[in-house]
């Protein structure tokens, strides 16, 4: 992750669906907090999503390397941070957002 990385995600169109079909799942299940953060976002989640947060950040790794995400335990819940720098942050605070 870089100000030159290119903020663009490498999945196909039907890969980018399916994607944030299983995001949005896991959301409304199992994300407990959302917060922006100064350089990206960081969501909690129940401890048993953790699995499914997982394999989600490992797809997300790979198709948009213009972000670092990373996923660790704290407190009784798991916690996903997601960081970038220049217009990625933007990007970033426009994403993982459900209506409640």
Same mark, same amino acid.
């Given at each position: 992750?870089?100000? %030159?990385?290119?903020? +663009?995600? $490498?999945?196909?169109?039907?890969?980018?669906?399916?994607? &944030?079909?299983?995001?949005?799942?896991?959301?409304?299940?199992?994300? %407990?907090?959302? +917060? =922006? #953060?100064?350089?990206?976002?960081? &969501?909690?989640?129940?401890?048993?999503?953790?699995?499914?947060?997982?394999?989600?950040?490992?797809?997300? *790794? =790979?198709?948009?390397?213009?972000?670092?995400? *990373?996923?660790?335990?704290?407190?009784? #819940? &798991?916690?996903?941070?997601?960081?970038? +720098?220049?217009?990625?942050?933007? $990007?970033?605070?426009?994403?993982? $957002?459900?209506?409640?």
């Amino acid at each position: 992750m870089n100000e %030159t990385t290119p903020v +663009a995600c $490498t999945l196909t169109a039907s890969g980018l669906r399916g994607q &944030i079909q299983r995001w949005q799942r896991l959301m409304a299940r199992a994300m %407990t907090e959302r +917060a =922006e #953060t100064a350089d990206g976002l960081r &969501i909690s989640f129940r401890h048993e999503a953790e699995d499914e947060l997982r394999a989600l950040v490992a797809v997300e *790794t =790979e198709c948009c390397a213009w972000a670092s995400w *990373t996923v660790a335990r704290e407190a009784g #819940t &798991i916690v996903l941070d997601v960081r970038s +720098a220049a217009e990625g942050v933007a $990007t970033l605070h426009s994403m993982f $957002t459900v209506a409640r």
